[in-house]
């Protein structure tokens, strides 16, 4: 293959050449690689990991004895939201993020995503949302509302009795303090919207349109068909939450009234659009690992997954049946018997073909030559967390039973065991899975065990033991709680259990580190995987691929290995026979990549800027306002008259 020098376009401006740096900081902050771009949103992630694991232990050493006063209830109110907050917008969204990324375009066989500088754009503007998140810190103070924020506590100032709502002071103080954290909650995660809708539309676009030659919509990898589903979830859900955070922000900032029912707003508007985003969202989270644990139970069971059409179809499914349980959630708001009795069967009807893919992953490990890698227990552990979390959801599907359950501890321990039973479990399966291909080298196995046991039982023993608080009356969000209740040991064991999930974590983190340097070189190929992405090397070219592969079946690379040998059985091709794997070497300028650019970050940068203007008025939010969009709309225009690609290239 021969490049054809490609218009090089006006080289009179400096400002609109490309970047060329290809090490250093630069290179990252001006990347289109969408494998770059992983490895950040997975660093970026873990860091919003940490964070939000460090509220979630300050909140636990408030709670392990009766009475205490670590925290105010201020500081209280403050860590439990962004605890929320960061779990689910910054962890949980990007952690998909980070896979799809990385993982997708290979496992189609593409060469990167199908809009590159889209993607840089669309992880620097999620830096963005989590910088201006966080900037409460020095701005008056996080977002306290609870991650769900709802009205009327986030559009008013209650009576503060005691004066710990807004730190004391007069009224006008009060109002000022309250409306900047409710702005840093709907600024910070529209601006978050933009980056996961601009993803959204990217993986679709590449999955639709940039499979290898014979990879059919039936071929593809369960992960790829779940980061589609998850891709058109979020194109579909995040406009409905998005409407919601303009009227809150117009609510709180400017004086309109859509929630408040003094003036003829309705404070249960917010909590259906809401929970119109935030059920979807449910699904949005955990079918990424849903997806992942589809790749590594077949591998490590050395069968084919079972049931394939009926797994694909049952995600298609649950990604519609989504839509219709989100007032589930509503159960205790008065809507009326009706409404209550149609959305618990759909709750129920929900629970069936997630049934069925728990299902097909048990049919596909009965039977197999089943591998206990440390990825495999915690593929096995997250089908059986998340097992365990939907057969409490059930629970929730019951009216009455749930007008128990309500604001109780009891929801707690449900959604944990949903989300980090499913998602963090599925999500640390696939960094052990593929990390190999990432790095070209193996993570230390052992501890990988040890990391796996001490994060199932620290899970159980924190997130088990919720569930029978919530049953004795332990209402949630509540800062502190009288001795007498029964609650005392039970708070006290769960403490103990958060840290022992938190030197878990911090092991896998160990880990991936010291495994950089010292992990067993892994080979191109080290689990015998069965699907396109170990076809390339570890870890993979620039390029991705010398040559684009053509797809004859399903589980492309096993069919590659393995011939139908005279008595029916699968026999291992010998090295060198026919279809054996060949990474042919090319020279890199045979090849034709996206280019770097900077304009992607130098977007973002504007959005922050903007949303801070809210924060002020008169001529300086004008100024703030037209130095943001200059920034912004600046970048943008200029992205899109950027040279096609570097000189020479």
Known sequence: MTAVPADTGSTGLRILQRPKATT????????????????MYFIATMFFFVVAGVEALLLRVQLAVPENDFLSPELYNQLYTMHGITMVFFVGIPLGATFFNYIMPLQIGARDVAFPRLNAFSFWVFCAAGIFMYSGIVLGGLPDGGWFNYAP????????????????GSGELAYQVHSGRMLLYSVGLQIAGIATLASAVNFIVTILNMRAPGMTLMRMPVF?????????????????????LWQLMFEVRFGANFFNPAAGGDPILWEHMFWLFGHPEVYILVLPAFGIISEIIPTFSRKPIFGYTAMVFAGVAIGFLGWGVWAHHMFA?????????????????????????????????????VRLTSAMLFAIGAVAMFTIGGLSGVTHSVVPSNYQQTDSYYVVAHFHYVLFGGLVFGAIGGIYYWYPKVTGRLMNETW???????LLIGFNVTFGLMHFLGLWGMPRRIDTYYAGFGWEQLNLIITYGAFLIAASIALLLLNVVVSLRRGKLAGDDPWDARTVEWMTTSP??????????QISARDELWHRKHAVSDSGDYVRVPAGGSGAIVVREVEDSDIHMPDPSVFPAMSAVGLPIMGWALFTSGNLMIVMLAVGSVITV????????????????
């Open 24 to 39: 250093g900081l630069w290179s990252w902050v001006t990347t289109t690689d969408h494998k770059k771009i992983g490895m």
């Open 153 to 168: 506590l986030s559009t008013t100032v209650g009576p503060d009795v005691s004066g710990y709502t807004t730190g004391g």
């Open 224 to 244: 790829t068909w779940m980061t589609l589903i998850v891709a058109f979830l979020l194109l579909f859900a995040l406009p409905v939450i998005g409407i919601a």
């Open 333 to 369: 708001a008065g809507m009326g018997p009706v409404a209550n009795t149609a959305f618990g069967l759909t709750t129920m009807f929900i629970a069936v073909p997630t049934g069925v893919k728990i299902f097909n992953w048990v049919g596909t490990l009965w039977g197999g030559k």
């Open 448 to 454: 990988g065990k040890i990391n796996f046991w001490t």
């Open 540 to 549: 993979p070219a620039h390029y991705n691929f010398a040559e684009i592969p």
């Open 634 to 649: 600046g970048s943008l225009f200029a992205w899109a008259f950027e040279p096609s690609a570097e000189e020479g290239h």
